[in-house]
Each structure stands twice: as C-alpha cells, then as structure tokens.
C-alpha cells in the first residue's frame, strides 16, 4: 500500500514523460504558422518559404496560386506579387523578409499585413545565386484597411 505523503509512482512516471516532451512541444508552440498560396511551378516563392523556416516559421502551401487568397485577405492588386501568405491574422504578400514579418508580429499593429510588391532583385527569394547578386532598392509597406500604405522598412 502506498504512503500518502508519497508521490505515486504512475504520477511520477507520467510527469518525467511529460518534462522530456515539453521542449518539442513548446518549439512547435513558437513557431508560428505561414499559409502560403502560390503556382505550383514558382521557383521564388518556393526559396521564400525556404526563407521563412530558415528563420523559424513553420508554413503550409496551397499549390492553387494567389489571386483569390489576395482578395480574401483584403490586399489591393496594385500590392500583388507571386505569392501570399497569412500569419497570425496578418496578410503577408511577395517577398517580405522574414525580420518584417517577426517585427509586425511583435508590435501588432492594426492593419491588414505587408507588402512588397512586385518581385524586387535581392529580396528573400530574390536572392538566389541565379541572380547574380543583383539587388533593386524596395519598400516593405504596411497595408492599412482603408486602402492605404505607409512605408514599414525600407532596403536599399
């Protein structure tokens, strides 16, 4: 018969299994979630996602393209690029770094998302060596409901 006073031995097991899978569990918990809508044939938007969990998301990708996602999610055409995504409720559209994306998620600020439109030269998963290391200057522009945008970071 057990000591009430003692710690039951199935309690104790069931514990220490528990410590020894919380690390993997609170990884997975703080790695947040892309959803990524892209053509199944795009080269940069696959080096993007590799961008992203490079730099600690976890993501899902639609092979169904990007158009409808961009309307659902409430980004103008005149932002588009050839991917969109969705993190936490924020619309993430082209190949916004990942450093954007951790900065927007931290300060919560109310909008829609980011945008970088069009597909700039040395953007994440721009990049890539068949570039030749050519980089254009472009924007990250934070969307507001309204329509409008302000710029978020800029690369130069």
């Given at each position: 018969?057990?000591?009430?006073?003692?710690?039951?031995?199935?309690?104790?097991?069931?514990?220490?299994?528990?410590?020894?899978?919380?690390?993997?569990?609170?990884?997975?918990?703080?790695?947040?979630?892309?959803?990524?809508?892209?053509?199944?044939?795009c080269g940069c938007c696959k080096d993007w996602?590799?961008?992203?969990?490079?730099?600690?998301?976890?993501?899902?990708?639609?092979?169904?393209?990007?158009?409808?996602?961009?309307?659902?999610?409430?980004?103008?055409?005149?932002?588009?690029?050839?991917?969109?995504?969705?993190?936490?409720?924020?619309?993430?559209?082209?190949?916004?770094?990942?450093?954007?994306?951790?900065?927007?998620?931290?300060?919560?600020?109310?909008?829609?998302?980011?945008?970088?439109?069009?597909?700039?030269?040395?953007?994440?998963?721009?990049?890539?060596?068949?570039?030749?290391?050519?980089?254009?200057?472009?924007?990250?522009?934070?969307?507001?409901?309204?329509?409008?945008?302000?710029?978020?970071?800029?690369?130069?």
């Amino acid at each position: 018969m057990n000591n009430p006073s003692q710690f039951p031995r199935r309690q104790f097991v069931a514990a220490l299994a528990a410590l020894a899978f919380a690390p993997v569990a609170m990884a997975k918990a703080e790695k947040p979630l892309v959803e990524v809508w892209k053509a199944p044939t795009c080269g940069c938007c696959k080096d993007w996602i590799a961008h992203m969990e490079a730099n600690g998301f976890r993501t899902k990708v639609m092979y169904e393209g990007n158009t409808d996602a961009r309307a659902r999610l409430g980004i103008d055409i005149k932002y588009g690029s050839c991917h969109t995504a969705l993190v936490d409720g924020y619309a993430i559209e082209g190949h916004v770094p990942a450093r954007e994306i951790k900065r927007l998620l931290k300060q919560r600020p109310k909008a829609i998302g980011l945008a970088v439109p069009s597909m700039p030269l040395g953007s994440p998963g721009m990049d890539g060596p068949e570039y030749g290391g050519q980089k254009t200057p472009y924007d990250v522009l934070l969307l507001s409901a309204d329509g409008s945008a302000r710029v978020f970071q800029s690369y130069r």
